[in-house]
């Protein structure tokens, strides 16, 4: 339900939690682009604005009832429609404007699991930003001791601005759970983004040398003459990409990544892309930003939205190479959903911190002549290595089931080709269990981006 924002302060163990709370749809973006939280408050008649929202990305919903206080948490199995949404009570929201309502919600302490305070200033002047600072400082200090006694009680904060999240996640040397940012200026997101991942809060925070330098993509990176790229173009292009249909079986928000745009020189097609994937076992068409995105961003056909640096990336002449190693001028093979392919040439690359989303797919794929009479009667262990495999039992007997993966940015325009004869695709914003994503498997390992037979060679 929570999303994260971690942050574990410098003098505490303990992971904070971020949510928003907002009717600005671009306070959504910025919170979801950052890192700083996938998870939405919505409060009365604002609930609404969730389904209208749905496009922008994959987010978590929190209601809250206005006239008793209750916080609702959505809960949707994951092969459900949202007409099976189930909401479960989570917590308790509680105005507070007087050192009697603290001491109520003291009280509380040990009995919800989860009490967000909402500090209302006794000045009737709320642009008194230090008085209304100091209100919010002085009840948090008080609750921080009263909370920090019973472990099975979450406390959280409303907070107006970045300043205020920062006041409260420090209350004490040890802070709040966790904040609810109110706002509808996206740069107060941004903020506390910077603040999160700046000030040694647990896994977010930033390193920047993780992104390489282009004088380090340039010496990772070997140069190819232009006899070999010619040789590429004649061995390659004639021959088309096999794909199969898999079904997704697991979609799930993973946190920040280093996510690479890969800007060409031409436009990409509708139903074209770049095979990507985590496995080169299986390699995954993601769409070119050629389809419209509902207004909230320009179409870019000439952008493949591709993943974090370490996936794969199908190259002319049968290769792969990482994301990591692509840079300007080089050549990267471009597939439409019929197979067919050619190559464009690289204007730019493109890498920043955005969260990811983690996408499974799963595809029977050929007969099973594993001997395991162990487990129930349609599923079989794959074997004892960790090989992402079940044998399942069907009318055509005994096949594998083979598990692919894939990262991708948490994004609306992020999309997978799902249909081979139309082009269609589908956004990982909207995607569920059961949708059809197309699959172009390959075998053996890979060294330096060559196919390889290997003995014991896995990737999980």
């Given at each position: 339900m929570t999303a994260v924002a971690g942050a574990a302060s410098s003098s505490s163990s303990a992971t904070k939690t971020v949510w928003i709370e907002t009717t600005n749809v671009q306070v959504l973006l910025a919170s979801l682009e950052s890192g700083l939280t996938t998870t939405a408050l919505f409060a009365g008649p604002n609930a609404a604005l969730a389904d209208d929202w749905r496009n922008v990305g994959r987010f978590d919903v929190v209601r809250l009832d206005l006239p008793s206080g209750v916080l609702f948490s959505a809960e949707t199995p994951e092969e459900s429609s949202e007409a099976d949404v189930a909401w479960n009570a989570v917590g308790v929201s509680c105005a507070v404007s007087s050192p009697e309502d603290v001491q109520d919600v003291a009280r509380l302490a040990g009995v919800e699991p989860l009490v967000v305070v909402d500090c209302q200033s006794k000045s009737a002047n709320r642009k008194k930003d230090a008085e209304n600072l100091n209100w919010r400082i002085i009840p948090a200090e008080n609750l921080v001791a009263a909370y920090g006694?019973?472990?099975?009680?979450?406390?959280?904060?409303?907070?107006?601005?970045?300043?205020?999240?920062?006041?409260?996640?420090?209350?004490?040397?040890?802070?709040?759970?966790?904040?609810?940012?109110?706002?509808?200026?996206?740069?107060?997101?941004?903020?506390?983004?910077?603040?999160?991942?700046?000030?040694?809060?647990?896994?977010?925070?930033?390193?920047?040398?993780?992104?390489?330098?282009?004088?380090?993509?340039?010496?990772?990176?070997?140069?190819?003459?232009?006899?070999?790229?010619?040789?590429?173009?004649?061995?390659?292009?004639?021959?088309?990409?096999?794909f199969a249909r898999a079904a997704v079986t697991r979609v799930e928000i993973v946190g920040l990544g280093d996510r690479v745009c890969v800007d060409c020189t031409s436009a990409f097609s509708p139903g074209e892309g770049l095979l990507v994937g985590s496995f080169a076992r299986g390699l995954f068409l993601a769409?070119?930003?050629?389809?419209?995105?509902?207004?909230?961003?320009?179409?870019?056909?000439?952008?493949?939205?591709?993943?974090?640096?370490?996936?794969?990336?199908?190259?002319?002449?049968?290769?792969?190479?990482?994301?990591?190693?692509?840079?300007?001028?080089?050549?990267?093979?471009?597939?439409?959903?019929?197979?067919?392919?050619?190559?464009?040439?690289?204007?730019?690359?493109?890498?920043?911190?955005?969260?990811?989303?983690?996408?499974?797919?799963?595809?029977?794929?050929?007969?099973?002549?594993?001997?395991?009479?162990?487990?129930?009667?349609?599923?079989?262990?794959?074997?004892?290595?960790?090989?992402?495999?079940?044998?399942?039992?069907?009318?055509?007997?005994?096949?594998?089931?083979?598990?692919?993966?894939?990262?991708?940015?948490?994004a609306e325009t992020v999309r997978l080709v799902g249909d081979a004869a139309t082009g269609d695709s589908v956004s990982v914003s909207a995607m569920r269990v059961g949708d059809g994503v197309l699959v172009h498997r390959m075998a053996g390992g890979r060294h330096t981006g060559i196919e390889i037979a290997e003995e014991g060679w896995e990737e999980r």
């Amino acid at each position: 339900m929570t999303a994260v924002a971690g942050a574990a302060s410098s003098s505490s163990s303990a992971t904070k939690t971020v949510w928003i709370e907002t009717t600005n749809v671009q306070v959504l973006l910025a919170s979801l682009e950052s890192g700083l939280t996938t998870t939405a408050l919505f409060a009365g008649p604002n609930a609404a604005l969730a389904d209208d929202w749905r496009n922008v990305g994959r987010f978590d919903v929190v209601r809250l009832d206005l006239p008793s206080g209750v916080l609702f948490s959505a809960e949707t199995p994951e092969e459900s429609s949202e007409a099976d949404v189930a909401w479960n009570a989570v917590g308790v929201s509680c105005a507070v404007s007087s050192p009697e309502d603290v001491q109520d919600v003291a009280r509380l302490a040990g009995v919800e699991p989860l009490v967000v305070v909402d500090c209302q200033s006794k000045s009737a002047n709320r642009k008194k930003d230090a008085e209304n600072l100091n209100w919010r400082i002085i009840p948090a200090e008080n609750l921080v001791a009263a909370y920090g006694s019973k472990p099975e009680s979450s406390l959280f904060f409303f907070a107006d601005s970045f300043l205020d999240a920062r006041a409260v996640l420090e209350a004490l040397h040890v802070g709040v759970d966790g904040v609810v940012l109110r706002t509808e200026d996206p740069n107060e997101a941004r903020a506390l983004a910077r603040y999160v991942s700046e000030n040694a809060f647990g896994a977010r925070v930033t390193n920047e040398k993780t992104i390489p330098s282009v004088e380090e993509r340039v010496s990772q990176t070997s140069s190819s003459s232009d006899d070999q790229k010619g040789d590429r173009r004649r061995t390659d292009i004639d021959r088309r990409i096999d794909f199969a249909r898999a079904a997704v079986t697991r979609v799930e928000i993973v946190g920040l990544g280093d996510r690479v745009c890969v800007d060409c020189t031409s436009a990409f097609s509708p139903g074209e892309g770049l095979l990507v994937g985590s496995f080169a076992r299986g390699l995954f068409l993601a769409h070119s930003e050629c389809v419209s995105s509902f207004g909230y961003v320009n179409t870019r056909p000439f952008r493949v939205n591709a993943g974090p640096l370490c996936s794969y990336v199908l190259l002319p002449g049968g290769k792969t190479g990482y994301l990591s190693e692509l840079k300007a001028g080089d050549e990267v093979l471009c597939v439409k959903s019929d197979g067919t392919k050619s190559t464009k040439t690289v204007g730019r690359v493109k890498i920043e911190k955005r969260q990811m989303v983690l996408v499974e797919a799963t595809l029977v794929d050929g007969e099973c002549d594993l001997d395991d009479e162990e487990g129930d009667d349609d599923f079989h262990d794959g074997g004892d290595d960790g090989d992402d495999f079940l044998c399942v039992d069907t009318s055509d007997g005994t096949m594998r089931a083979t598990t692919y993966s894939v990262l991708l940015q948490n994004a609306e325009t992020v999309r997978l080709v799902g249909d081979a004869a139309t082009g269609d695709s589908v956004s990982v914003s909207a995607m569920r269990v059961g949708d059809g994503v197309l699959v172009h498997r390959m075998a053996g390992g890979r060294h330096t981006g060559i196919e390889i037979a290997e003995e014991g060679w896995e990737e999980r």
